[in-house]
Nanobody
Framework: RSPLVESGGGSVQIGGSLRLSCVAS????????MGWFRQVTGKEREGVAVVDGDGHATYGDSAKGRFSISRDTDKNVVFLQMNNLKPEDTAMYYCAAGPFYSTYEDVRNFDDWGQGTQVTVSS
């Protein structure tokens, strides 16, 4: 399968917004769940948001009310819109593909990963 390629990370001030993008092959979006996960050095990777094969989205507690995951099946892109960013959102963000019915808690079941894009939130 073609690799997953993330973009859109960067440095932003507290309260700012970023939109991450993940370009994936059509096979991924039609047959798999697509998710965003993040990791801070020394900590376990955690689920941020996942949209399953039916289009149903689930969010980690830190993302609820601030982040939104969406997918454009025509362009084969998955987005993560992040608003009201906080310093604790600072992490490497990864796009991944997993089983058709997955939630943000199923990080261990995701097998295909992108290289990641860094998000840094500061005052």
């Amino acid at each position: 399968r073609s690799p997953l390629v993330e973009s859109g990370g960067g440095s932003v001030q507290i309260g700012g917004s970023l939109r991450l993008s993940c370009v994936a092959s059509g096979e991924f979006l039609s047959s798999y769940s697509m998710g965003w996960f993040r990791q801070v050095t020394g900590k376990e990777r955690e689920g941020v948001a996942v949209v399953d094969g039916d289009g149903h989205a689930t969010y980690g507690d830190s993302a609820k009310g601030r982040f939104s995951i969406s997918r454009d099946t025509d362009k084969n892109v998955v987005f993560l819109q992040m608003n009201n960013l906080k310093p604790e959102d600072t992490a490497m963000y990864y796009c991944a593909a997993g089983p058709f019915y997955s939630t943000y808690e199923d990080v261990r079941n995701f097998d295909d990963w992108g290289q990641g894009t860094q998000v840094t939130v500061s005052s």
